[in-house]
């Protein structure tokens, strides 16, 4: 009898049919800057009309142990918008403007259904962020994953002028903290947050705790990530130039708003200026220590942006659920004072 590839594991024509399946969806992310199609080799993209100095930015991240709780759930439809998230967040501080965005999805064994759920996230979150989904990979992998697995990682170029990108020196004593609200724990400290509500807690994905008004568990921990491309280019339209943006990921407040600050200074934040969602409240209920939480956990908000003081209110009002947690001022110890 002769050996095919697919008796090793691989389905080529499972591969295949998933780019038919995804194409409509890679479409509706284009841009004009977008040249040719899906099915090449490569994605080619011309840089925006209307740059002197273009410089090209790039980041990129993966989505972590939440995919654990996706798999669990079965949900795999809002997985794709927290990968496109956690790469734009990152780009979007330096001043730019996320262009394309390129995936990566590997693992045993390819199962459509599924593959195609996660890309229609990932192009939700594209047309979100603004910028195209040019390519990707799909590796399917016999051996190297579970049986069911998969994992994710997203790579996502943007342009800013040169003149534009932001930098620590910029900011100075005096200036003004916002911060905008996440929408939850976004893809940051599920190992821990899933070890304090399941094992701990002994919750299920399915337990509906009061503090999550009828939500499950699960639907609590699968919100996708927060995407603060809009948020930042309302700033703009409204005429407001941020000074310096952080966008809080693993290691929290204390832990991101440092690298855009200048040695010689701090924030002091009022926590209390902004509301925590309930789930930390449960997870920091399950014996997680507060310096704990702090720095695992971006505790209710995603993203910090500096402006000068006489900005504020009107960047407050170019995004609405934007708040004044904060001033910078000089440092003396810690770079993050709370209170």
């Avoid at 990530?225 to 700033?235: G, K, N, S």
């Avoid at 005429?239 to 693993?250: D, E, L, N, Q």
């Avoid at 440092?258 to 040695?263: E, K, Y």
Wanted: with cysteine; glycine share 14%.
């Amino acid at each position: 009898m002769a050996l095919t590839y697919k008796d090793a594991g691989v389905d080529i024509e499972a591969g295949e049919a998933l780019v038919e399946e995804i194409k409509p969806l890679v479409e509706s992310t284009r841009r004009p800057e977008v040249l040719g199609g899906i099915g090449g080799f490569a994605g080619l993209v011309r840089v925006p009309d209307g740059y002197r100095e273009p410089i090209l930015v790039s980041g990129t991240d993966g989505v972590g142990t939440k995919l654990k709780t996706a798999l669990a759930v079965g949900r795999h439809d809002t997985v794709g918008i927290d990968l496109v998230a956690m790469c734009v967040n990152d780009v979007i501080v330096t001043g730019a403007e996320p262009l394309f965005f390129l995936d990566y999805y590997a693992t045993a064994k390819l199962e459509v259904a599924v593959a195609r759920d996660v890309v229609a996230g990932i192009a939700e979150g594209c047309r979100r962020a603004g910028c195209a989904l040019v390519g990707g990979e799909t590796a399917e992998l016999p051996g190297m994953y579970a049986p069911g697995d998969y994992d994710l990682a997203g790579f996502c170029v943007g342009v800013v002028e040169r003149s534009e990108i932001r930098d620590r020196e910029q900011v100075t004593a005096g200036q003004v903290v916002l911060g905008i609200p996440s929408t939850g724990l976004h893809s940051n400290g599920h190992s821990l947050a899933r070890k304090a509500l399941l094992e701990v807690l002994g919750l299920g994905y399915d337990a509906t705790p009061d503090e999550l008004g009828g939500r499950t568990v699960g639907e609590a921990l699968l919100e996708p990530t927060r995407i603060y491309v809009p948020d930042l280019r309302a700033l703009g339209d409204a005429g407001v130039r941020f000074v310096a943006a952080a966008h809080i990921t693993g290691g929290g407040l204390p832990g991101n708003v440092p690298r855009v600050l200048p040695d010689s200074l701090a924030v002091r934040l009022d926590p209390s200026s902004w509301e925590v969602p309930a789930i930390f409240a449960i997870i920091a209920g399950a014996g997680v220590p507060e310096a704990e939480m702090r720095r695992t956990f971006n505790l209710g908000i995603g993203m910090v942006v500096v402006v000068d003081r006489d900005r504020a209110d009107a960047a407050v009002a170019a995004i609405s659920d934007a708040r004044v947690i904060g001033e910078v001022v000089p440092r003396t110890g810690d770079a993050v004072l709370f209170g």
